[in-house]
C-alpha cells in the first residue's frame, strides 16, 4: 500500500534518503507517484533505472529537487535488441533530463560478449554526445561461476577472447583484482 508506505516514511527524521532500484523499478505504473509522495515529505530518491520506461513521464512530471540522482544504466547491445533506436533514445532522454535540471548520470554495463573493440566504440557514441559514462563491472550469469567483468581468472581468456585484466569503475586498469598494479587508464593511456 503506497500510501502506508508514504506514512511510514514520514516518521523518519528529515531529510532521509530512498535508493529505488532493481530489476527495473520503473515497470511499475506507481512509481512516478511514489517518487512525487517521498519528495513531498522531505525525502530525497536515488534512482537506479535502465531508463526505457516512463522516462518522459518522469521527468516532465517530477521535481528535479525530489531526485537526488539518476543512475542510468547503458547497455547498448540489449537496449537495440529490445527498442529499435534506443541508443538514441538513451542519449536523447539522458540529455533531456540533463536539460531539465536532473542530476543524471550513467552506467556502462560491460557485456563482455562484445569485445573491446564494440566496448570503445560504444564509450565514444556517449562521450561525443557529452555523457562520460561509468562503468558497471558485468556480473556475467549468476550460477556460471564468473566473479565479474569479461574475466574469470589470470592467464585464461574471457569470454570476450582476451586475457585477464580488470578495468574499474573509473576506467583504471589492473592486472587483477587481487594485483591492483596501476597499468593506466583506458582513456588517458596504458601499458598492458
Excluded at 5 to 16: A, H, M, R
Excluded at 123 to 132: E, W
Excluded at 140 to 153: F, K, W
Amino acid at each position: 500500500d503506497l500510501n502506508k508506505f508514504i506514512e511510514k516514511l514520514d516518521e523518519l527524521e528529515k531529510p532521509f534518503r530512498v535508493q529505488i532500484t532493481g530489476g527495473e523499478p520503473m515497470i511499475f505504473p506507481w512509481m512516478i507517484e511514489c517518487i512525487q509522495k517521498i519528495g513531498k515529505i522531505g525525502g530525497k530518491v536515488e534512482l537506479q533505472t535502465n531508463f526505457s520506461l516512463q522516462v518522459r513521464e518522469l521527468l516532465d512530471n517530477t521535481d528535479p529537487s525530489y531526485l537526488e540522482f539518476i543512475l542510468a544504466s547503458y547497455h547498448p547491445v540489449e537496449r537495440e535488441r529490445v527498442i529499435p533506436g534506443g541508443v538514441k533514445k538513451f542519449i536523447d532522454d539522458f540529455l533531456y533530463a540533463r536539460n531539465k535540471g536532473f542530476t543524471i548520470m550513467t552506467w556502462y554495463v560491460d557485456d563482455p560478449g562484445i569485445g573491446i573493440e564494440a566496448f570503445l566504440a560504444n564509450c565514444k557514441v556517449l562521450y561525443d554526445a557529452g555523457i562520460v559514462p561509468v562503468r558497471k563491472r558485468y556480473t556475467g550469469p549468476e550460477n556460471g561461476g564468473e566473479s565479474g567483468d569479461a574475466i574469470v581468472c589470470p592467464g585464461l581468456l574471457c569470454r570476450a577472447g582476451y586475457r585477464y585484466f580488470i578495468i574499474w569503475e573509473n576506467f583504471d586498469i589492473t592486472p587483477c583484482d587481487h594485483d591492483r598494479t596501476l597499468l593506466g587508464n583506458l582513456f588517458t593511456g596504458y601499458k598492458l
